[in-house]
């Protein structure tokens, strides 16, 4: 790869001679092994030696065998294990000085002075005050004859890196913490499940969540799964909840809804600063209302279980980034945590950030519930906001008067969170006072008029669906065009919501083609993009997939776990996707995986040749199982089954093969925490943005609306960090139509680390990272609302 002046790239950051600690402390987190392995990796990788501390900060203190020489082969198959193979533990031998002097010899002893801390905020604070004081606990470990001279000059100053490991998501400056998303997949797994019991009897179930001091949980989970009322630390319910509540529960009981759920934090409180439990709030629906009310503690059922998809991905980039920037680090830069911020990696000051979580709880404590929520980022505050917007339905005298009739419907192929988006829409239009239609079968069956009014009990239990009740079809507008127009003309459809994948894109661009012909298409367009192959150009993420992606881990663990007693096989695994690699990488990231062949990386046989030699290399080693994805269109020549027929014979006598083709199953199944969360947002904001046109674009004269400028037909893509309207005439440039694929696509960043992880030789650009950004408070009304 040429390297062109601007570019950065870390074959230039040598490890050479330096030693990196890694340990996990305080609560435990899914994904925090997916962290240390690629801190272990990433480190013996640019020549550094790396060290376990086993058990935290007490291994520190206690040193001997706890500190140990971490291998390439010591992390294999960690990556799917949940909690922390490491070990943690609470210390309060660390929070005395001589605790900490005891740490510092035993790190000077195997020349140890770059730690990666990964923790809660307790965990990050106690190692800066460590870093703080590390050239004064030299001097007491000289003054007392334990070191010498030369050593204190060797080992003067300690680097810090900290990543969050935290299931409750209450780190400032950080959108999600490892942890967080496994966490809310096994809220999500016993939410459905309870659901199909509390339907058969007609029951209310309170389910507590875990979050102290921090609603998150609650809020996404309640978000994720339509719950009825939630409850949470930093928004108590306004005096006289308790009558608000019962009536809001027998209204939807009263609407032939069968079950009700109500999500507590285990922080929740009132505005008096009194706690609200669980069987409070059990106590109160039996006593007022008669239901037959269950209590369900989730408990640490909650830190369980193997991490998710998006998990592995964030602890395995977070993981390289902090090696990056132990490597990058002077004296002179504060301790730093690398974060995502949208979908981008993010080095933020670790003080500042603990500083304003500390604010949080100080803000809550006065009662200053706004500040909070406003602390909390603008990633909660959308969710709060939302969850505000979709969860009471407001009495018909209290909604906007609007004559507009609002049309929604579904483009392409079936993808998990459709549904949830379609819900969002529905409510949030019907709040907005528009009148909302669903349309049946995309656009073929609303040339044949499949077009009926929504309502806002309608939608009731849609998020948790798989596939697409509206129905969806591929075909697309152009060849029935005259017959959409007579049906937006008879339903007198004033805008137009699509949820779809590239076909939807393409439908909106031929609907924009037709303006000039037919009237009926001069209307405000959005378009939401929801596919699993995540291939449409404007948006960095599509809805479905991220629940595609847990399908393809999941099967690749149970593969993985099936070669475990028979050793030395490879496996070839073929995803969907068309021409997008998406899934194959990401995929092959989130898996292990040895190689990931795709579309937009040409490969030839010298490629495939090299792969066999690297897996017969690792047959040698104590893994002996390899794993190879491929994406379904990545070369007409090299198939599936060419691959497979190519490494049975040049493995013969070292290690068998075995394929097997995914298909379909990467459609389906229930969303994912991640794809009802981020469809729903996306979905309600698609909406306002209509509200928002059908206003500006309302002639009086004419009574009608008529919009035909390009910025009337939109995308609504999630771009780096932000949330953002694209007209579709201005993508058709960065679209290569041919291969149903945008031009650009930012995961390509991600392929080196994947290698990298897998002991490849490869040239990675770091030229987006290494910028120490400030955390950000007030924010500027544009941005405000933008955050997934």
């Not at 001997?64 to 992390?75: C, H, K, L, Q, R």
């Not at 969860?391 to 419907?409: C, D, M, T, Y």
């Not at 239990?461 to 591929?474: M, P």
Request: hydrophobic share 40%.
């Amino acid at each position: 790869m040429a390297q062109s002046d601007h570019k950065k790239f870390f074959e230039n950051l040598s490890g050479a001679g330096k030693a990196i600690g890694v340990l996990t402390s305080g609560g435990d987190a899914q994904g925090m092994n997916a962290a240390v392995r690629a801190v272990v990796r990433m480190g013996i990788y640019v020549g550094a030696k790396v060290y376990f501390v086993h058990e935290g900060y007490q291994g520190m203190v206690d040193g001997g065998d706890n500190i140990e020489e971490a291998t390439w082969e010591s992390v294999s198959s960690m990556l799917q294990v949940g909690g922390t193979v490491i070990g943690s533990a609470r210390c309060k031998e660390f929070r005395t000085h001589e605790g900490r002097l005891k740490a510092a010899y035993n790190l000077v002893q195997r020349g140890i002075t770059n730690l990666c801390v990964i923790g809660g905020d307790g965990s990050l604070t106690g190692a800066n005050l460590f870093r703080e004081e590390w050239s004064g606990l030299l001097d007491e470990l000289l003054q007392a004859g334990k070191i010498d001279n030369e050593a204190v000059l060797k080992y003067s100053h300690l680097n810090i890196v900290g990543m969050v490991g935290s299931i409750d998501n209450d780190f400032c400056g950080t959108d999600m913490t490892i942890g967080t998303d496994s966490a809310l997949h096994r809220i999500i797994e016993v939410v459905d499940a309870i659901m199909t019991t509390a339907q058969s009897h007609q029951r209310t179930f309170v389910l507590e969540v875990m979050g102290r001091h921090c609603g998150y949980l609650a809020l996404v989970s309640a978000l994720a799964c339509g719950a009825d009322w939630v409850f949470i630390p930093e928004m108590p319910p306004a005096d006289g909840w308790e009558e608000l509540m019962c009536t809001k529960l027998s209204e939807n009981r009263a609407r032939k809804k069968r079950l009700n759920i109500i999500i507590v934090s285990e922080g929740a409180i009132d505005s008096n600063n009194k706690s609200i439990t669980s069987e409070h709030i059990k106590d109160l629906v039996v006593k007022c209302l008669g239901f037959d009310t269950r209590v369900t503690i989730l408990g640490h059922v909650q830190r369980g279980g193997t991490p998710s998809a998006f998990d592995r991905i964030l602890a395995s980039r977070m993981g390289v980034e902090a090696v990056l920037a132990l490597l990058e680090a002077s004296p002179d830069t504060p301790a730093c945590v690398v974060s995502l911020c949208g979908n981008q990696s993010v080095r933020l000051p670790l003080m500042e950030c603990v500083q304003m979580t500390q604010e949080v709880q100080k803000a809550m404590d006065e009662g200053k519930f706004e500040e909070a929520v406003r602390l909390r980022g603008r990633s909660f505050e959308n969710n709060l906001n939302t969850y505000k917007l979709l969860a009471h339905r407001k009495p018909q005298s209290e909604l906007p008067h609007s004559s507009f009739n609002v049309a929604v419907l579904n483009v392409g192929a079936p993808a998990a969170g459709m549904n949830a988006a379609v819900r969002s829409a529905v409510r949030v239009g019907i709040t907005e006072g528009h009148k909302m239609f669903a349309v049946n079968d995309g656009f073929e069956g609303f040339s044949r008029g499949q077009i009926k009014e929504i309502n806002w009990g309608d939608v009731g239990g849609w998020t948790g669906q798989g596939g697409s009740l509206l129905g969806t079809k591929r075909t697309l507008p152009a060849k029935y065009i005259e017959k959409i127009a007579e049906q937006m003309r008879i339903n007198n459809i004033n805008a137009l919501l699509v949820i779809g994948g590239f076909e939807a894109y393409l439908g909106l661009s031929e609907l924009l083609a037709a303006r000039g012909k037919y009237d009926e298409f001069c209307v405000p367009m959005v378009m939401v993009p929801a596919t699993v192959s995540n291939n449409v150009p404007g948006s960095d993420f599509s809805i479905g997939a991220d629940t595609a992606l847990n399908a393809i881990t999941d099967t690749c663990d149970r593969i993985k776990q099936s070669a475990s007693g028979t050793k030395r096989r490879v496996f070839i695994i073929e995803t969907m996707g068309g021409y997008c690699g998406y899934l194959a990488s990401v995929g092959g990231l989130a898996a292990g995986a040895d190689a990931a062949y795709i579309f937009e990386e040409p490969f030839d046989i010298r490629d495939l040749q090299s792969n066999v030699e690297h897996l017969t290399e690792k047959m040698k080693t104590s893994i002996q199982r390899g794993l190879v994805l491929r994406n379904e269109n990545s070369n007409e020549n090299y198939t599936t089954d060419f691959i497979y027929q190519l490494y049975s014979e040049e493995g013969k006598g070292v290690f068998d093969c075995r394929k097997n083709v995914l298909g379909h199953m990467q459609q389906g199944g229930s969303p994912s925490p991640f794809d009802r969360n981020f469809g729903t947002k996306i979905a309600a904001k698609a909406m306002l943005w209509i509200s928002r046109k059908l206003k500006e674009t309302y002639r009086q004269d004419e009574g009608r609306v008529f919009a035909n400028t390009e910025d009337s037909v939109c995308l609504l893509g999630m771009h780096r960090r932000a949330l953002i309207f694209q007209p579709v005439v201005q993508l058709k440039e960065e679209t290569d139509f041919v291969h149903r694929i945008p031009n650009e696509q930012w995961w390509l960043k991600l392929r080196p680390l994947m290698k990298i992880l897998a002991k490849y030789k490869t040239s990675y650009d770091v030229s987006d990272s290494g910028q120490l950004e400030h955390v950000v408070r007030n924010r500027s009304k544009e941005t405000e609302n933008v955050a997934i």
